[in-house]
């Protein structure tokens, strides 16, 4: 069985950073697309990052040149290492896991087959 633990979540300033981390139990996180999801109140989800099993990134536009995406394989955990932070970052971020290996879309959610539950970010003015 699949399970997906986020972890890092918390409040920080403006241009604050934070890690955010989440592993992986009964899957290789090295071998399959994995990413980085985020939903703030009122919004629709949104792909933040992603990479897949070849080792290639995405990012949301809005992520690019902040947020870095990677994976520890020995440990079988994502990370997300996020700086510059704005308010606009604020929402509870989630990671998941395909079954597939890529993706012409990895930013899209119906790609994705096991989520966790989640890790609130809150970034204050």
């Known amino acids: 069985q699949v399970h997906l633990v986020e972890g890092g979540g918390g409040s920080v300033p403006v241009g604050g950073s934070l890690r955010l981390s989440c592993a992986a139990s009964?899957?290789?996180?090295?071998?399959?697309?994995m990413g980085w999801f985020r939903q703030a109140p009122g919004k629709e989800r949104e792909g933040v990052a992603a990479?897949?099993?070849?080792?290639?990134?995405s990012y949301a536009e809005s992520a690019k040149g902040r947020f870095a995406v990677s994976e520890d394989d020995t440990k079988n955990t994502l990370y997300l290492q996020m700086n510059s932070l704005e308010p606009e970052d604020t929402a509870k971020y989630s990671c998941?896991?395909?079954?597939?290996?890529?993706?012409?879309?990895?930013?899209?959610?119906?790609?994705?087959?096991?989520w966790g539950q989640g890790t609130q970010v809150t970034v204050s003015s």
């Open positions: 009964g899957y290789s996180t090295k071998d399959y697309l």
């Open positions: 998941a896991a395909a079954l597939v290996h890529y993706s012409d879309y990895p930013l899209s959610a119906s790609r994705y087959y096991y």
């Open positions: 990479i897949d099993g070849f080792g290639r990134i």
